[in-house]
């Protein structure tokens, strides 16, 4: 497995992010250094660590950083069910279909014939059909 390190830089730069820096500081006495690094991603800390020298404060910082990212990115692919687009098949009620139906053919144009007269019924309905589910609580999503 990769150095945490060069996982880190590996991964930042294959988003397209740049290269990650490591702000590294020293405390302490001269026989018992602490060094702090933190992994710093343009301009944002990702993880902090800290070691007896500055190489395991920064591979800590990269872990720390790593696992992080790795937490953003599962957030962001968890999409809440509110937010989720819907992707079945739209659920039938017969009476809403049935009226909607019956309005878009009432409410289109006169005028219209054959194919120019079912597709306005056609788009019509459906609109008004979506927007019935809608007020009623059921998801919709518009097609592309």
Known sequence: ???????????????????PQFD??????????????????????YGTGEGGNKRDAERRAAEAALKALDAAALDASRVDDAEAPFEGPWPVFEGVLAAAL???????ARELRGDAALEAVHAFALRLYKGTLEDLGEVVEEEA
């Open 1 to 19: 497995m990769a150095h945490p390190k060069a996982a880190l830089i590996e991964r930042v730069q294959a988003e397209g992010r740049g290269k």
């Open 102 to 108: 019956q309005v878009a053919n009432d409410r289109v």
């Open 24 to 45: 590294t500081e020293r405390s302490g006495p001269d026989h018992e250094p602490l060094f702090t690094s933190r992994a710093v991603i343009q301009g944002t800390a």
